[in-house]
């Protein structure tokens, strides 16, 4: 038998986490449904304000990430508009799209730590970078090809602190952030301030896609829209863009 929390469906009544679907619609704005469907309850009106700039943060970021070149390229082929922004979806992973719950993770574990050994946010900082350089590994949600300072990381983080938002995990990434600028300056990008905030927040890290994919859906289905309606079908590389590089041609033999 099936069970689930979320929703009941029968004969002309819909309910969701409680609230009848018909006194949501034009009521409840789209973010604050999104986290009462996580949640099971309402977010208060600062807790709806964050959840709305996140997934605002995150709709688009043009052609070149690999989500949307993917749906784009398979837009391009004729197939229909869902099939297509599926295909984008289908290119998120560890990646692409993947640092806010990798971010999050690292962020709820070490608080943890922090808490229950007293260290400062500065030690803490320290010793799960030293963690990390031990592992061989890179903290994510920090560096970004393009921004070296990412608006969307401070207008997030002055509304958390407008908010009253900000807390733990918070400081722990503005510590990181110290503590990279005394060596190679790296900021925090968008991806690591949605990690610190939505830990911040109570949400499980396990959500960390979530959130990256509830915004990109909307810029995919633009990008799927714009590239069937007024481009030419059938998007290739050109020859001159592909390198051989296998072996020299050569001939069949007996």
């Not at 029968?10 to 009521?27: A, C, F, K, S």
């Not at 560096?143 to 990412?150: Q, V």
């Not at 509830?214 to 592909?242: D, F, N, S």
């Amino acid at each position: 038998m099936w069970q689930t929390k979320i929703s009941k469906v029968e004969p002309d009544h819909i309910v969701t986490r409680g609230y009848r679907q018909e006194n949501l619609i034009g009521t409840v704005p789209f973010a604050s449904v999104f986290f009462l469907l996580i949640k099971g309850e309402m977010p208060d009106e600062k807790e709806a304000k964050m959840i709305d700039a996140i997934i605002t943060s995150s709709i688009d970021h043009s052609v070149t990430p690999p989500s949307t070149h993917a749906a784009r390229i398979v837009a391009s082929a004729g197939v229909p508009l869902p099939s297509a922004v599926a295909a984008g979806i289908l290119a998120v992973g560890d990646v692409h799209g993947g640092a806010i719950e990798d971010g999050a993770r690292i962020l709820q574990e070490w608080v943890k730590l922090m808490n229950k050994n007293e260290w400062s946010f500065e030690q803490t900082a320290q010793k799960l970078l030293a963690d990390l350089k031990e592992q061989r590994r890179r903290m994510p949600g920090f560096g970004h090809r393009l921004h070296k300072n990412d608006p969307r990381t401070k207008r997030l983080y002055e509304m958390a602190d407008d908010l009253k938002i900000s807390k733990e995990h918070m400081k722990l990434s503005l510590a990181l952030k110290e503590e990279f600028a005394k060596g190679k300056a790296l900021p925090i990008n968008v991806d690591g301030a949605i990690a610190a905030i939505i830990s911040d927040m109570g949400f499980d890290w396990k959500l960390g896609k979530a959130f990256f994919l509830i915004g990109r859906c909307a810029g995919l289905i633009a990008h799927v829209y714009e590239e069937m309606t007024t481009q030419k079908p059938m998007r290739r590389m050109c020859e001159q863009e592909v390198t051989y590089d296998g072996p020299w041609e050569r001939d069949l033999t007996e």
